[in-house]
């Protein structure tokens, strides 16, 4: 069955693209089919994929029951080459993704439209990741219902461990479900080795509050993330054998034997 993965968290900043964007890579070059969805206003994924200019976004989807999904579906771009496991339905910058946000909320069945086109060509992929903005909005809740299961990562600071807080309860609310019943990971990420408050802040955080629940893979902070964010690229695929490179490998083998 297809894993539909949201990734989110209610606070900005906390490395929501990073992980679709690496996360993805390293499924797709462990064999898995996958297809990434830009939900983010910023449009940050679709950069990185190269489809910043591509003719039809997933708000062509969202707003029409008729479209087409696939025609919205792109091989993504690493280092200029078409991806043949790892697609991408693009994002839109700025102001159009308000507007559809704002399009959409007058529509039927406005929180369940993303889930109802996935469902036409979901069996192609083993994995469809979600990119989210951290607010609340019209495609953030459709993001939530399409979803089969969660990952939120997470800094080990006060405010990003509340938005994975925060978040979990709303999917909850929204859902009609308990926390229990929800398929969730929490990645702890960009954090500093010589942080140490921060460092047993967040250790303690999660071993009491989600012991089974919390990634075994540690997103370590690294400078080589900002250069692949310079070059728009997978850092293992600018740099395939650095240590950094190892990190998004262990998170698509765990997410995989998490299934
Ligand atoms: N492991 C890491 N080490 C160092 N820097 C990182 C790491 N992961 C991500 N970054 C950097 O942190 C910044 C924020 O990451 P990112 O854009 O992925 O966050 P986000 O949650 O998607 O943000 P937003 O809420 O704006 O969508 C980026 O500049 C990114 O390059
Ligand atoms: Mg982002």
Request: aromatic share 8%; glycine share 6%.
């Amino acid at each position: 069955m297809t894993r539909i993965c949201m990734i989110g968290c209610r606070k900005g900043g906390v490395t929501k693209t990073t992980t679709t964007v690496n996360l993805a890579f390293e499924l797709s070059k462990q064999n898995k089919k996958v297809l990434v969805i830009d939900f983010d206003g910023q449009g940050d994924t679709t950069k990185f994929y190269g489809r910043d200019d591509a003719e039809f976004y997933i708000g062509d989807a969202l707003l029409d029951r008729k479209f087409d999904l696939k025609k919205a579906i792109y091989p993504a771009l690493v280092k200029g080459i078409e991806q043949e496991k790892l697609h991408i339905i693009p994002g839109k910058r700025g102001d159009i993704m308000t507007k559809l946000d704002m399009d959409m909320i007058s529509l039927p069945r406005r929180e369940e439209r993303l889930k109802i086109h996935l469902e036409k060509i979901s069996t192609e992929y083993d994995f469809i990741i979600i990119d989210t903005t951290p607010g609340t909005s019209v495609l953030g809740l459709n993001a939530v219902m399409a979803a089969t299961e969660y990952v939120f990562p997470t800094e080990f600071k006060e405010h990003s461990l509340d938005g994975v807080e925060t978040l979990l309860e709303h999917i909850q609310d929204v859902r009609f479900i308990d926390e229990e019943e929800i398929k969730f990971l929490v990645v702890p990420s960009k954090i500093s080795r010589t942080a140490r408050r921060a460092l047993s802040y967040g250790k303690e955080y999660l071993a009491g509050r989600w012991p089974d629940n919390t990634s075994k893979t540690v997103i370590w902070e690294r400078s080589l993330f900002t250069e692949a964010e310079f070059e728009h690229e997978p850092v293992s695929a600018l740099k395939a054998g650095h240590v950094a490179s190892s990190y998004y490998k262990d998170l698509a083998k765990e997410l995989i034997n998490n299934g």
